[in-house]
Nanobody, 123 residues
């Protein structure tokens, strides 16, 4: 499975971005997807996740109410809509996939990773 993350960029505080994670190859099975981020000098951390049907989602507390995760299985793509961005959201964002229905919330739970997309929020 190959994952292509995109949509990052430079935005001012209060602005919005939409990240995409497109999957290809070997994706006929059920999988859940998580978005993680890694700020400079910090460990990669869970941000949000969604199960295969999209019926279950979860978010880390600091992004609740600002970020929304969704998926379009016909396009094999998971999205992360990020609104009201803050400078502390600045990081490289990665999408990770875990086979099955359980949403990955730890980095060691992901079976595949995308290459990351940089989000920079200026104050």
């Amino acid at each position: 499975v190959q994952l292509q993350a995109s949509g990052g960029g430079l935005v001012k505080a209060g602005g919005s971005l939409r990240l995409s994670c497109a999957a290809s190859g070997g994706t006929s099975s059920v999988y859940a997807t998580g978005w993680f981020r890694q700020a400079p000098g910090k460990e990669r951390e869970f941000v949000s996740g969604i199960n295969w049907s999209g019926g279950r989602t979860n978010y880390v507390d600091v992004v609740k109410g600002r970020f929304t995760i969704s998926r379009d299985n016909a396009k094999k793509t998971v999205y992360l809509q990020m609104n009201s961005l803050k400078p502390e959201d600045t990081a490289v964002y990665y999408c990770g996939v875990k086979w099955g229905w359980v949403i990955p919330t730890r980095t060691d739970e992901c079976d595949y990773w995308g290459q990351g997309t940089l989000v920079t929020v200026s104050s």
